[in-house]
């Protein structure tokens, strides 16, 4: 029966491959077939091409906005969590903040942008911020909803029990909620990416978002689709990184409910 499982999980494994290969496949066809200029859209092939002649400032250029997208990703993992622990259990702040933190999001990001340019200037600062205010909304909501949606029952058995507040929150409260935080950790994660882009834009001279808005400019398609397809390659293997942690946080809860 393991072996069966192990081999229906590796098999599984291989439909996102297989699924990527087909699309660059069909991609590729498309381009040959209906002679598509490579101004317009470039071939996968040559787009891998302009990857590897350009492997040393791609990497670096890469470094910069991975730096942002995980910075980005801790800051709003902290501030998350401690907004969400002060509103499912503060009535006063759910009340007060909450209202506050949905504010926060009913405001435009690219209309904010600027702001930060002018208070912070070009550099780190501003990306992470933008990056924070696009990402951290997800944990808190999630977080929230993990938080607060436990039945009262196991509450009461392990307070008969003679549990005290902080064995209740963290053998109670806190395993409960963890699925919903994993889900906002990888909502946030992918949130992050794009925050990291959009700072990029307008508040960097560096990182994978400023070359492909410089390679637009200079009507270099081939370098933009290649800036592109690196940064949806992060984002995809980091949002499976925080898929992986959370196999290893919680994946017994599910086994033991088979």
Excluded: C
Excluded at 35 to 63: C, K, R, W
Excluded at 84 to 112: D, E, G, H, M, W
Aim: hydrophobic content about 55%; cysteine-free; aromatic content about 12%.
């Amino acid at each position: 029966m393991k072996k069966k499982r192990s081999r229906a999980s590796k098999i599984a494994g291989l439909y996102p491959v297989l699924a990527v290969a087909a699309f660059f496949a069909i991609w590729q066809a498309l381009v040959r077939l209906f002679h598509i200029p490579s101004y317009l859209l470039p071939a996968p092939s040559e787009i891998f091409s302009v990857i590897y002649d350009n492997a040393g400032m791609l990497a670096h250029q890469g470094q910069a906005t991975l730096l942002v997208i995980f910075a980005s990703f801790v800051v709003s993992v902290i501030v998350g969590v401690s907004l969400s622990l002060l509103i499912s259990f503060s009535p006063l702040a759910r009340r007060t903040v909450y209202p506050l933190i949905v504010f926060s999001q009913t405001i435009p990001k690219i209309a904010v942008a600027p702001l930060f340019v002018i208070w912070f200037g070009f550099g780190f600062l501003p990306k992470l911020l933008i990056a924070v205010l696009i990402s951290f909304f997800a944990v808190v909501i999630q977080s929230t909803v993990g938080f607060t949606s436990l039945h009262p029952q196991p509450l009461r058995v392990a307070q008969s029990m003679g549990a005290t507040r902080m064995d209740l929150f963290f053998k109670v409260r806190l395993p409960h909620a963890l699925p919903n935080i994993f889900a906002g950790l990888k909502m946030a994660m992918a949130s992050s990416a794009i925050g990291a882009i959009v700072g990029e834009f307008i508040a960097s001279q560096e990182g994978l978002g400023y070359l492909v808005l410089v390679a637009n400019g200079q009507m270099n398609t081939k370098l933009a689709f290649a800036g592109m397809l690196i940064l949806s390659a992060m984002g995809i293997v980091l949002y499976f990184v925080v898929e992986l942690a959370e196999r290893f946080t919680t994946g017994y809860r599910s086994t033991q409910r088979k």
